[in-house]
């Protein structure tokens, strides 16, 4: 069982940055991945990022060069970077980890964290 906790969440002006965090305890390995989704009102959830291993990246295509995915093993913690924020990156913001997706590249999550608020005003 893994549990994990954002943190790092708030508002900003567009074009501001932010940092997310995300903690994980119980049984996680660098093999697992970590990464991000986020959630907007009325919208469905959108894959973000995530880091497997020591160095391998994926991002959607929406954050691409404006979002880095970061991971201290050592820690068990997961960050985002997220750089040039604009209106449009408005969401609840999810950590988790063990991700995967189906043939048509639709991502999911075998766990979840709570969700942190990100707020981008124009």
């Known amino acids: 069982q893994v549990q994990l906790v954002e943190s790092g969440g708030g508002s900003v002006q567009s074009g501001g940055s932010l940092r997310l965090s995300c903690a994980a305890s119980?049984?996680?390995?660098?093999?697992?991945?970590m990464g991000w989704f986020r959630q907007a009102p009325g919208k469905q959830r959108e894959f973000v990022a995530l880091?497997?291993?020591?160095?391998?990246?994926r991002y959607g295509d929406t954050v691409k060069g404006r979002f880095t995915i970061s991971r201290d093993n050592a820690k068990n913690t997961a960050y985002l970077q997220m750089n040039s924020l604009k209106p449009e990156d408005t969401a609840v913001y999810y950590c988790?980890?063990?991700?995967?997706?189906?043939?048509?590249?639709?991502?999911?999550?075998?766990?979840w964290g709570q969700g942190t608020q990100v707020t981008v005003s124009s």
């Open positions: 988790a980890a063990d991700i995967h997706h189906d043939i048509n590249l639709s991502y999911s999550a075998n766990y």
């Open positions: 119980g049984t996680i390995f660098s093999s697992n991945s």
């Open positions: 880091f497997i291993g020591d160095s391998i990246t």
